[in-house]
T-cell receptor, first 115, second 111 residues
Framework: DGGITQSPKYLFRKEGQNVTLSCEQN?????MYWYRQDPGQGLRLIYY???????QKGDIAEGYSVSREKKESFPLTVTSAQKNPTAFYLC??????????????FGEGSRLTVL | RKEVEQDPGPFNVPEGATVAFNCTYS??????FFWYRQDCRKEPKLLMS???SGNEDGRFTAQLNRASQYISLLIRDSKLSDSATYLC????????????FGGGTRLMVKP
């Protein structure tokens, strides 16, 4: 079945460690996104990529990095520079013109906890 | 003013009740909006779109009031399974090309 797969689902890390969250899609979508969600909050955009080998900062990119070497993959690294990384991370993708229809396809999310 | 604002709730309603919640927006040029549903600790999923003509899908009705710059979501005959957080989403504006998510309104339907 087509969809977006995020891994790991749960992750614990110590302060000062970098961690990488995986996001893979087989929907053949050009655009991919990373969002962060904190308890009781809406989604905030970290990074997005509209095409392979290109990505743009979102509203809260500091302390994060991404790469888009393949169309189907958009991994997110949470670096030690991110001061408050404990959150729920959501990866999404969309069709061209998907923003006009408002439809983003989300993965199941990765819950990161910093100990 | 935030681009999209929602009352976080929770809205606690009995099964079978009708419930409505609003979402205000700041960009007067926006012509379409979206409601997403997010179950606890799950990913959001698109529920419905709303344009100036409104939208109805079964028990769910979404309206756009451009004069007052808010959208609404009405749920009739609430079911226990409607319990979730409902996110209001604005389309891309001139300053960017991303969707903007509201903080969500939590609905709890009780037996």
């Amino acid at each position: 079945d087509g969809g977006i797969t995020q891994s790991p689902k749960y992750l614990f890390r110590k302060e000062g460690q970098n961690v990488t969250l995986s996001c893979e899609q087989n929907l053949n979508h050009d655009a991919m996104y990373w969002y962060r969600q904190d308890p009781g909050q809406g989604l905030r955009l970290i990074y997005y990529s509209q095409i392979v080998n290109d990505f743009q900062k979102g509203d809260i990119a500091e302390g994060y990095s991404v790469s888009r070497e393949k169309k189907e993959s958009f991994p997110l690294t949470v670096t030690s520079a991110q001061k408050n990384p404990t959150a729920f991370y959501l990866c999404a993708s969309s069709n061209p013109g998907g923003l006009d229809t408002g439809e983003l396809f989300f993965g199941e999310g990765s819950r990161l906890t910093v100990l | 003013r935030k681009e999209v604002e929602q009352d976080p709730g929770p809205f606690n309603v009995p099964e079978g009740a009708t419930v409505a919640f609003n979402c205000t927006y700041s960009n007067s040029a926006s012509q379409s909006f979206f409601w997403y549903r997010q179950d606890c600790r799950k990913e959001p999923k698109l529920l419905m779109s709303v344009y100036s003509s409104g939208n109805e899908d079964g028990r769910f009705t979404a309206q756009l009031n451009r004069a007052s710059q808010y959208i609404s979501l009405l749920i009739r005959d609430s079911k226990l399974s409607d319990s979730a957080t409902y996110l209001c989403v604005a389309p891309p504006n001139n300053a960017g090309n991303m969707l903007t998510f509201g903080g969500g309104t939590r609905l709890m339907v009780k037996p």
